[in-house]
């Protein structure tokens, strides 16, 4: 309890002007559990958000159909991942 006011989490999606969009657990208007944001390039991250920012485990796909699979903290790569190039090299 914050103030006496609980917090609570909703499914949601957000578009924003650009053309990205992000579909998942929102808290507070934010990213904030489990969710699928896709940028306007056509990747996407598909993972852990914590207060709007990607956070935990999940994999971030680029337009080349490279990707990057590992952990997250405060919206950078941190920690055990792996990068797949898109020629499938490691």
Not at 58 to 83: A, C
């Amino acid at each position: 309890m914050h103030s006496g006011v609980e917090c609570l989490a909703v499914l949601g999606k957000m578009a924003h002007p650009d053309g990205s969009q992000y579909v998942g657990t929102l808290v507070k208007g934010l990213p904030h559990g489990r969710g699928r944001f896709t940028f306007k390039n056509g990747g996407e991250y598909v993972g852990d958000y914590r207060h709007g920012k990607k956070h935990g485990q999940g994999t971030l796909s680029y337009p080349d159909t490279s990707k990057y699979e590992g952990f997250f903290r405060n919206g950078l790569k941190h920690g055990p991942g792996v990068i797949r190039f898109a020629d499938g090299t490691t």
